[in-house]
């Protein structure tokens, strides 16, 4: 569903004000305490968190792809033909709202669940990955099994929140994970260079 958002610019904007807003209420009317300051960790944190990220992502490709070969690199490249609608602005535009989710995901629901609710970090972090992945869910056939990348990802993201204690460091390492993803899509696009040679499937 928001992916569906980030092919189009307006539309991703609105997104971004409206979650943002969301987020920013519920955590004045839930008292959230969020960590948004920036210190000289930050910038660390920020590094190290992308690089788990980025490197899960590589690992993942990489032992799909050893798998299942020329069958999931046929559904890899149409999740990059998904987003062909995207242009700069758009895929800055998407960072952004990346940034508002794990205000929303991290923020309000891993933070609510854990302590608001005092059900505790696991099962914070969990369900918060679970609704990042609904959210994240293209009801296409060949397209919705990355849903379960994306509850993954909303793990990884729940746990560099936890461990860095900064929402700002989630904010940031989402945001840039994002614009990383679709300008390299952007370019196997223009490029044909989807990593592995694949056979078009008969």
Partial sequence: MLFS?????WPT?????????????????????WDLAFTPDTVRQVVFGLAVVVASD????????????????????????YFTPQGPAEILAGG???SAEEM?????ILVGIAEGL?????AGVLIAAFLFALAHLIPTRRLAPFAL????????????????????????????HDMAGFTLFAFQRRTGRFLY??????
Wanted: aromatic fraction near 16%; glycine fraction near 10%; avoid cysteine.
């Fill in 5 to 9: 958002y980030k092919n189009h610019l």
């Fill in 13 to 33: 904007m609105v997104l971004w004000v409206a979650l943002t807003s969301a987020a920013i209420m519920a955590r004045f009317f839930f008292d959230l305490e």
């Fill in 58 to 81: 590589s690992l993942l490709h990489g032992g799909l792809w050893a798998l299942f070969r020329d069958r999931y690199l046929h559904y890899y490249r149409a999740l990059a033909d």
């Fill in 96 to 98: 952004l709202l990346a």
């Fill in 104 to 108: 929303i995901f991290r923020g309000v």
């Fill in 118 to 122: 005092g059900w505790g970090v696991p």
């Fill in 149 to 176: 990348w994306a509850f993954w990802e909303g793990l990884l993201l729940g746990l560099v929140y936890v461990l860095s204690g900064s929402l700002l460091v989630a904010m940031l390492v989402h945001a840039l």
């Fill in 197 to 202: 040679r694949a056979r078009q499937p008969g």
